[in-house]
């Protein structure tokens, strides 16, 4: 069964500092990678995704994350977080050519102005 | 274009009661889904139909289950609820693997 591994659980930090945050999934077949955020009150939303190619993606607001295969991790992450990032990041993984969807358990990210 | 909708946004039942929580989608996905979130936990799978017609356990069936109505519909029921299933749902649908589009939420509270 796959599984993914959020280590961060709540992460603070000030605005214009650079963010990381940790993702590890265990399957050993294709897969579908996505992060998505929820903002206070609100749905989940999709920031970015990989399915294949370059490793490097861009989201919106400035994210990124890279795959790197050999490590099983998709890690996220942002140059300068402001105010606004304030919210919660879940990473997910697709198996490929299942539909299973499986998310981390979250990282609580909180941007002090 | 409404995207996924819940409904209701908010419920309290007392132990025992059952109820529905409705979830419809207007894009025409094949792949529906049922979550809930708890605090620490992320989202875990309940139910997911993979194409109408069709319906399998996720992660956390029990207490639970499903109706695919149509390819816009996906029900999910409390035959009795417990104050275990006090969560947030979330209801999500995809096309192929493509990316989940997850509804606003349902927030259900069981004293």
Same mark, same amino acid.
């Given at each position: 069964?796959q599984?993914?591994?959020?280590?961060?659980?709540?992460v603070?930090?000030?605005?214009?500092?650079s963010?990381e945050?940790g993702?590890?999934?265990?399957?050993g077949?294709?897969v579908?990678?996505?992060?998505? $955020? /929820?903002?206070?009150?609100?749905?989940?939303?999709?920031?970015?995704?990989?399915?294949? =190619?370059d490793?490097? %993606?861009?989201?919106?607001?400035?994210?990124?994350?890279?795959f790197?295969?050999?490590?099983?991790s998709?890690?996220?992450?942002?140059?300068? $977080? /402001?105010?606004?990032d304030?919210?919660?990041?879940?990473?997910?993984?697709?198996?490929g =050519?299942?539909q299973k %969807?499986?998310?981390?358990?979250?990282?609580?990210?909180?941007?002090?102005? | 274009?409404?995207?996924?909708?819940?409904?209701?946004?908010?419920?309290?039942?007392?132990?025992?009661?059952?109820?529905?929580?409705?979830?419809?989608?207007?894009m025409?996905?094949?792949s529906?889904?049922?979550?809930?979130?708890d605090?620490?936990?992320?989202?875990?799978?309940?139910?997911?139909?993979?194409?109408?017609?069709?319906?399998?356990?996720?992660?956390?069936?029990n207490g639970?289950n499903?109706?695919?109505?149509?390819?816009?519909?996906?029900?999910?029921?409390?035959?009795?609820?417990?104050?275990?299933?006090?969560?947030?749902?979330?209801?999500?649908s995809?096309?192929?693997?493509?990316?989940?589009?997850?509804g606003?939420?349902?927030?259900?509270l069981v004293?």
């Open positions: 069964a599984s993914v591994s959020q280590h961060n659980h709540h603070i930090l000030s605005e214009a500092a963010l945050l993702c590890n999934y265990s399957y077949g294709t579908n990678l996505f992060w998505y $955020v /929820q903002y206070p009150g609100q749905h989940l939303q999709l920031l970015l995704k990989y399915f294949s =190619g490793p490097l %993606v861009k989201g919106i607001k400035g994210f990124e994350a890279e790197i295969k050999s490590k099983f998709f890690n996220l992450r942002k140059p300068s $977080v /402001q105010w606004s304030t919210a919660e990041y879940f990473c997910a993984v697709m198996s =050519g299942y %969807v499986t998310f981390g358990t979250g990282t609580k990210l909180q941007v002090i102005p | 274009n409404a995207g996924v909708t819940q409904n209701p946004k908010f419920q309290v039942l007392k132990t025992g009661q059952s109820m529905t929580l409705q979830c419809a989608q207007d025409n996905h094949n529906m889904y049922w979550y809930r979130q605090p620490g936990m992320g989202l875990r799978l309940i139910y997911y139909s993979a194409s109408e017609g069709t319906t399998d356990k996720g992660e956390v069936p639970y499903v109706s695919r109505l149509n390819k816009r519909e996906f029900s999910l029921r409390l035959e009795s609820a417990a104050p275990s299933q006090t969560s947030v749902y979330f209801c999500a995809t096309q192929g693997e493509e990316t989940q589009y997850f606003p939420g349902t927030r259900l004293l």
